[in-house]
């Protein structure tokens, strides 16, 4: 856009463009879609932690009219091989897509049954028997570590998975000059994450030329196409995956599932489409959770409260078997965990453990939450050991705007930033003296008001590719392909797999300022493998900040190929041009420009005008981030806890965070405002219990506490803007900021309306029980 | 065993199994996908349609319960080729990002302005209940819920 035209469309509220199909019911989901003779597919699954599989007998349930196979793990032995983990990890098990010889987590596949409707393969499944033989449980990944400990996978002769350390700057020194040092425990609990669309596939299989389609509810088709193609022993360019309409996803569709598997080879097996959707109960048992992290941590700090180093100890429970990213996410924790503070030495000790449960993996922050967590408890901790206030602690250990780009402990360097305004705006918006003198007054009369403080700093745009593992496919970049259609409207094709996030919105904002057109003249499709060229997918908040850096090369070629079209007509140089309300005209006198349907038809028409000019309008972008970028905020709350019942109760939620340049405020808050109800879930509500035998507890939604809308405050949003230097729009990303400064910010407000009890520190969630028990506690001691 | 319902409008009758439910029968036999299904056990509200005018989550009901009734589906709002004022809200105050939910959340939305045409936050946040959204935080919801409330109000105002 040239200097001195406004944009339109861009930092505007413009409503979404994917909304009209889907408040009409016009949406297609992947329980949507229906091809003739599709047959549909139901899991068994296994009932026991561990167990011994002696026998399964299917012989009654191939029997029932309408089934069509059955398959247990013997049928796919030697054909099928290990589901991938694609993150770096010491011991890795064999991880079959039906479970062979032991089942190791309750709800893991043990058979399939294939008939011509859902409920007549439901009804096979009552037919299927099996002989177990229960083994020894170990849910608790402490007790994992013990060397009587029931060994989960026997080749490997204990339940470690990988044990790694990372040290930084001379953290025993900082150990040594400290005045004292802070030790505590802090629990990241189990969640799941619940998309309110479970997971689902459907695949067909075309014989005649042997090509595989597969729609499933994913957020990222070209890394599950790849992952597949290995898999099935198939190339690529003869599988095409769709991400239809996805029902959310938060970290937990970015995966290869054995369900997905074994669709896919049903469907090549049988030579019929095949259905598989989970269910709510298998969702919440076997798809992938998140966190799940024991952290021991050790904080030296000068009395008058300046940290020094920061020591942690990971026990990180990964469940029974790899998911593809599980390995990965402690990591993120451990190199973020200094926050946004000055913490000039760190070291930390990473133990991956296996225990009877489903892996995690990625979930809405992946390993950013745990360490927000980490930092911000330990702000919290300093602050009561050495009676200071929350606010200062923080403000006088940040990282200085001065010191940006600013390198950290862990090695990352953080793009831009300015923590302070932030923290200031949010204390304003609580109006933070006022409330403080309120929770005086209010103590005297047993009213326990807490005040809540979390600045966070995340990482987002991932990323430059060498910050994946090296067996990742894809990469950190993200590609995109924009095209000109001959009655000059724009069709534009994105490698990332949005599913709620907008981006068919806020990508047609960018293209229509860039290309002076309106909003309604682009299209942007997405989550295609046969139609979109190879893309990484959405996670990490990377859509807009790596995609839309990557759309932004295409529409930079295409102005160029157009100007230089349009140049030879007008006869005025090509750099001398913009585009402008549907012309291509001259930048110094916007009236003397040429409709762009003009240039179209040069490109397209028989008349080319200028030799050396290929004909067509269709240009591609490949981006490389060169770093990630670093979103920051902090999020203050004033919280009410009631000591007679122990319910926490919101008086006031603000929010304030700076994700860079903001396309569009409404999605923006969007995204901060779901986020935040999820890091609230987590604070107060949300936990996956498994019993001392391995059974999941919370396998439905009424055990397992997603919040209601009377659950949630009312939230308050404001923010500042600091545009990253790394990607050509100045965008930092925003899908996890809410989630990762939410959880903190609310731990920290009810423990600091229970100060005045002596306690120090509870584990999320806050349920009413836990505090009411510790409030009785106190109460007697 | 046969059943015979008005769905949005249209009468029809099929000849379905005693066990199927509700929801399934709409998706499956009359081909309505804009209802989904989230949980199948009555907790997520993704389901939710109007039978005779009342919100009701249709993984409940056995379509054989339905005999006689009044359906109306998410397919069934827009009249006339304009949107519901429901629908418009959820648009213009971005009620919704995946979408999963939103059928139910307008079912839902429907009823309770019905009810009550003019909801205060928490009214609304109360009805919400039984319907769940992993998104949106729900205050977007809110908002939407507000504005067709308000947009209602005045049409009726002005009719
Ligand atoms: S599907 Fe009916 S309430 Fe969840
Ligand atoms: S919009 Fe995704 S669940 Fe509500």
Redesign the pocket.
């Known amino acids: 856009m040239a200097a001195g035209i406004v944009p339109k469309f861009v930092g505007s509220r413009v409503k979404r463009r994917e909304d009209p199909r889907l408040i009409s019911g016009n949406g297609t989901y992947v329980d949507d879609i229906k091809l003739p003779g599709m047959l549909a597919a139901v899991m068994l699954r296994s009932p026991y932690g561990h167990a011994k599989i002696n026998s399964i007998d299917v012989e009654a349930a191939k029997k029932l009219p309408g089934v069509v196979a059955v398959l247990t793990g013997e049928d796919i032995r030697g054909k099928l091989p290990t589901l991938i983990t694609a993150a770096p990890a010491q011991n890795v098990p064999y991880h079959p897509a039906l479970a062979q010889d032991r089942v190791r987590f309750v709800g893991e596949a043990v058979a399939v049954a294939v008939a011509i409707d859902q409920y007549t393969a439901q009804d096979a499944l009552d037919l299927i028997e099996v002989d177990y033989d229960p083994l020894p449980v170990i849910t608790d990944p402490e007790k994992a570590l013990e060397a009587d400990a029931p060994v989960i996978h026997e080749q490997f002769g204990n339940n470690i998975s990988t044990r790694a350390e990372v040290k930084s700057g001379e953290i025993d020194r900082a150990m040594r000059e400290a005045d004292r040092i802070i030790k505590f425990r802090l629990v990241n609990q189990r969640l799941a994450p619940v998309p309110m669309e479970p997971r689902g596939a459907v695949a067909q299989w075309n014989p005649g030329s042997e090509y595989l389609t597969l729609w499933s509810s994913t957020q990222g088709p070209h890394l599950l196409r790849s992952y597949l193609a290995e898999v099935l022993k198939l190339p690529e360019h003869r599988m095409r995956v769709i991400a239809p309409e996805v029902g959310g996803g938060f970290g937990c569709k970015l995966n290869v599932y054995a369900e997905e598997v074994m669709t896919a080879y049903l469907a090549m097996l049988l030579n019929k489409p095949v259905k598989w959707i989970e269910r ?1 109960r298998e969702n919440l048992a076997t798809t992938t959770h998140g966190r799940d992290l024991i952290t021991y941590i050790e904080a030296p700090v000068k009395n008058d409260g300046t940290i020094l180093g920061l020591k942690a100890r990971f026990i990180c429970d990964m469940g029974a078997y790899l998911q593809l990213l599980t390995p990965m996410v402690p990591g993120f924790a451990g190199m973020m965990m200094t926050g946004c503070y000055k913490v000039p030495a760190m070291a930390f000790e990473q133990l991956m453990v296996f225990t009877n449960k489903m892996a995690p993996d990625a979930y809405r922050g992946a390993g950013r939450p745990e360490a927000c967590f980490i930092a911000e408890r330990t702000m919290d901790m300093i602050a009561l050991e050495l009676n200071l206030d929350p606010a200062e602690i923080r403000r006088k250990n940040f990282i200085p705007k001065e010191a940006f780009p600013a390198q950290i402990a862990s090695g990352l360097i953080y793009d831009s930033g300015d923590y302070e305004p932030a923290l200031d705006l949010a204390l304003k918006h609580i109006d933070y003296p006022k409330v403080r003198a309120e929770q005086a007054e209010g103590r005297k009369h047993g009213r326990y008001i807490g005040i809540g403080i979390c600045s966070y700093v995340e990482i987002c745009g991932i990323g430059p590719s060498p910050m994946l593992p090296p067996s990742m496919k894809g990469g950190g970049w993200e590609s995109a392909t924009i095209r000109m259609e001959p009655d000059s409207k724009v069709t534009v094709l994105t490698g990332v797999s949005p599913h709620g996030q907008g981006q068919e919105t806020s990508f047609a904002q960018l293209v229509a300022d860039e290309l002076g057109i309106g909003i309604d003249d682009v299209t942007v499709v997405h989550g295609d493998t046969a139609i979109v060229q190879y893309g990484t997918g959405t996670f990490g908040s990377r859509g807009t900040s790596v995609g839309g850096a990557a759309l932004m090369m295409a529409v930079q070629k295409l102005q160029a190929k157009m100007k230089k079209i349009a140049s030879t007509m007008m006869e005025v140089p090509p750099d001398q041009l913009t585009f402008n309300n549907g012309t291509i005209a001259m930048a110094s006198d916007l009236t003397k420009s040429i409709p762009l349907q003009r240039v179209v038809d040069a490109s397209y028409g028989h008349k080319h005008p200028i030799p050396g000019i290929e004909p067509g309008l269709n240009e591609a972008g490949f981006y490389e981030p060169t770093a990630c970028t670093f979103p920051f905020g902090t999020h203050a709350c004033v919280v009410e806890v009631d000591a007679d019942t122990g319910v926490v109760k919101f008086l006031r939620y603000v929010a304030v965070d700076d994700c860079g340049r903001i396309i569009n405020p409404l999605l923006v808050e969007g995204q901060v405002h779901g986020g935040i109800a999820q890091g609230i879930a987590q604070a107060l509500y949300e936990e996956v219990i498994y019993d001392e035998n391995g059974q999941l507890l919370t396998a439905t939604l009424m055990d397992y506490a997603v919040p209601k809308a009377e659950m949630l405050p009312h939230y308050e949003l404001d923010s500042t803007v600091t545009p990253s230097p790394i990607n050509p729009l100045g965008v930092k990303g925003v899908g996890e900021a809410g989630t990762i400064g939410s959880t903190p910010c609310v731990v920290s407000g009810v423990l600091d309306a229970l100060k005045p009890f002596g306690i120090k520190n509870l584990d999320m969630p806050l349920k009413p029980e836990k505090i009411w028990r510790a409030i009785q506690a106190a109460r007697k001691a | 065993m046969r059943v015979t319902v008005t769905i949005n409008g249209q009468r029809r009758s099929d000849e379905i199994e005693d066990r199927l439910l509700l ?1 399934h029968y709409l998706r499956e036999v009359a081909q309505l996908t804009g209802t ?13 349609v109007l039978i005779n005018g009342k919100a009701v ?4 009901v056995l379509a054989a319960q339905a005999e006689g009734v009044e359906i109306t589906t998410v397919e069934g709002l827009v009249k006339d080729g304009h949107l519901h004022p429901v629908q418009e809200g959820f648009w213009e105050e971005h009620g919704l990002q995946c979408g999963f939910c939103t059928p ?1 959340m307008l079912m839902l939305t429907t009823d309770l302005l019905s009810r009550n045409p003019d909801p205060s936050e928490a009214e609304i946040r109360h009805a919400l209940d ?1 319907n769940l959204c992993r998104c949106t935080g729900y205050q977007h919801i809110i908002n939407a819920v507000q504005y067709a409330a308000r947009k209602m109000r005045e049409t009726r105002k002005s009719a």
């Open positions: 709510r | 929801v989904h299904v989230g949980c199948e056990t009555s907790l997520c509200g993704a389901c939710t989550k249709s993984c409940t139910g039984g």
